[in-house]
């Protein structure tokens, strides 16, 4: 089975608190793992992508094949993260995405 | 560079009729994905396109079909649309070797906006 799991429909935290969006996977094979995000009246665009090991925005995400996640940290929020966030995987071959229901997270100032 | 291209933005229909809606890919892309997003469901994969043939499909029915044209550019169509049809229909394309393996991540349109009355 292919499924990705966002516990979180809705994360609220204060400016400059840490941020943790939850995300595991079940999939049989060794998939690739991606974080998308969509802005208010944005189109969805990429955030991160586990192999690439990059550090977006402040925003990291370290994929733990152990426990199949995929979680998406920053260490001090900012107003402009406010956003739907979408933790979603690519199965071997092809290009389709299986996503998670999504987080919508809102930072307070 | 352009991104990715979907027209038209909205869309209104009538319960019965059917509906094309178009997906032009960056330059240089030839692998195309379609997507439906509601509130309910979130996001749902429809199907997928490289050079032309389709390579993937979701679970869908039979109502939804899609194509790719030779200068990679796709179109969808929903025939009989139902109620529960309307959503913002979104296309994403991606850059892809020639073996088959996937370098780029999957870059989406504006979406279509469908809502069926």
């Known amino acids: 089975a292919q499924r990705v799991t966002q516990p979180e429909k809705l994360l609220s935290v204060f400016k400059g608190a840490p941020v943790e969006l939850k995300c595991n996977y079940s999939y049989s094979g060794s998939p690739e793992l991606f974080w998308y995000v969509q802005y208010s009246r944005q189109r969805l665009q990429l955030l991160l992508r586990h192999i690439s090991r990059e550090s977006i925005k402040g925003f990291t995400a370290d994929l733990n094949k152990g426990e199949t996640s995929f979680h998406l940290k920053k260490p001090f929020a900012q107003e402009e993260d406010s956003a739907m966030y979408y933790c979603?995987?690519?199965?071997?071959?092809?290009?389709?995405?299986?996503f998670g229901a999504g987080t919508i997270l809102r930072v307070k100032s | 560079k352009a991104g990715v291209t979907q027209t038209p933005r909205y869309l209104i229909k009538t319960r019965g009729q059917q509906v094309t809606l178009s997906c032009s890919p960056i330059s240089g892309h030839r692998s195309v994905s379609w997507y439906q997003q509601t509130p309910g469901q979130g996001l749902q994969f429809l199907f997928e396109?490289?050079?032309?043939?389709?390579?993937n499909k979701g679970n869908f029915p039979g109502r939804f079909s899609g194509r790719q044209f030779s200068n990679s550019r796709s179109e969808m169509n929903v025939s009989t649309l139902e109620l529960g049809d309307s959503a913002l229909y979104l296309c994403?394309?991606?850059?892809?070797?020639?073996?088959?393996?996937?370098?780029?991540?999957?870059?989406f349109g504006q979406g279509t906006r469908l809502t069926v009355v």
């Open positions: 979603a995987l690519r199965p071997v071959g092809g290009n389709k995405l299986v």
């Open positions: 994403a394309s991606s850059w892809e070797t020639g073996t088959g393996h996937t370098v780029t991540e999957a870059f």
């Open positions: 396109y490289f050079s032309e043939t389709q390579r």
